[in-house]
């Protein structure tokens, strides 16, 4: 998904500092995308599984080695681990 290459070139960039975990409030990866998140992102813990493919900003970590390892749709936060 083409609004969410900022987001696989902010984790790429977090890979080459030596950082392997980082955690984002959903309004945080909006602030590096530079626009609102698809309204499913805030509604579906699915479309932040790294092994459903139906979501494509999936794609945005998975390409560049980067996993979720949390998610918590009340609070808005999201994990990211390097692969």
Same mark, same amino acid.
């Given at each position: 998904?083409? %609004? &969410? #290459?900022? &987001? *696989? ?5 977090? *890979? @080459? ?7 984002? #409030?959903? *309004? +945080?990866? +909006? ?6 998140? =698809? @309204? ?6 699915? *479309? ?7 979501? =494509?900003?999936? !794609? =945005?970590?998975?390409?560049? /080695?980067?996993? #979720?390892?949390?998610?918590?749709? +009340? /609070? %808005?936060?999201? %994990?990211?681990?390097? !692969?």
């Amino acid at each position: 998904m083409a %609004e &969410l #290459t900022p &987001l *696989s070139n902010y984790l790429l960039k977090q *890979s @080459s500092y030596g950082v392997k975990r980082v955690i984002f #409030t959903f *309004s +945080e990866i +909006e602030n590096i995308i530079g626009k609102k998140m =698809a @309204s499913n992102a805030r509604k579906y813990f699915l *479309s932040w599984d790294n092994r459903h493919g139906k979501y =494509a900003r999936q !794609n =945005a970590w998975l390409d560049v /080695c980067w996993r #979720t390892v949390m998610v918590d749709m +009340e /609070c %808005e936060k999201v %994990e990211f681990v390097q !692969n």
